[in-house]
């Protein structure tokens, strides 16, 4: 079985600031890993996404996050945000053969003027 | 195009009564997937269909949650009776993943919530 932990409940951070949205995972088997993006009212949206290669991968609005195997960590990172990306964020992995996916309990960033 | 839809965005029901709750995926996705957000907590899988047939229900709590896909398009998922703990935030998705490829981009509808007084 697998698990997500998001140790950050709320993120506030001033606009124009860098910020690092934490994700930690569990599994016994390799996996696929997600960030997911709900801005207010909307449903959830893909932000980026790990399935192999590159350990640094990159995904809209400038965010981006790095796969670390050893601290089975996905953590997601903008150098500098805007107000715009006030928004919950959702890790997730999935494992080969499964489609579903296992969510963390999500983050809230609030971007402070 | 159209995106995941889900009706109704909000419904208010007694304990022991019965609610549907529905989902039109985009046109042409075969994966549809619901799940459930309860009391701010984290996303848990419910069911996946692969056009009408389940795939994978292991995260349907109990039998009194019945899922249907019908013709492959839309699907339904009732709740009956309701308890108090269905509470939350129903969400839709679907994909058009095919056999071995996975790109892990669902779609989600803006969900619907579920209140049991």
């Known amino acids: 079985a697998q698990s997500v932990t998001q140790l950050d409940s709320q993120v506030p951070v001033f606009e124009e600031a860098p ?3 934490r994700c930690n995972y569990s599994s016994s088997v390799s996996v696929y890993l997600f960030w997911y993006v709900q801005y207010p009212n909307q449903g959830l949206q893909l932000l980026l996404k790990y399935l192999s290669g590159s350990t640094l991968v990159k995904g809209i609005n400038g965010f981006e996050a790095e796969f670390n195997k ?5 953590h997601l990172r903008k150098p500098s945000v805007h107000i715009s990306d006030t928004a919950e964020y959702f890790c997730a992995v999935s494992r080969p053969g499964r489609r579903a996916l296992t969510f963390g309990s999500g983050t809230r960033l609030q971007v402070q003027p | 195009e159209a995106g ?5 965005s909000h419904s208010v029901i007694e304990k022991g009564q019965t609610v549907t709750l529905r989902c039109d995926p985009i046109s042409g996705h075969d994966n549809l997937y619901w799940y459930r957000r309860v009391m701010g907590k984290e996303i848990k899988f419910l069911l996946h269909f692969v056009k009408e047939s389940k795939q994978d229900e292991s995260g349907m709590p109990n ?3 019945l899922a249907e896909r ?3 398009t839309y699907s339904t998922l009732k709740v009956q009776p309701a308890e108090l703990e269905d509470s939350g935030v129903y ?5 058009q993943d095919r056999d071995r ?8 509808g803006e969900g619907s919530r579920l209140t049991v007084l």
Do not use: Y
């Open chain 1, 19 to 21: 910020v690092e949205l």
């Open chain 1, 70 to 74: 050893s601290q089975t960590s996905f």
């Open chain 2, 4 to 8: 995941v839809t889900q009706f109704p």
């Open chain 2, 63 to 65: 039998n009194r949650f």
């Open chain 2, 70 to 72: 019908t013709g492959g």
């Open chain 2, 91 to 95: 969400f839709c998705a679907s994909s």
């Open chain 2, 101 to 108: 490829e996975v790109t892990g981009e669902l779609f989600f």
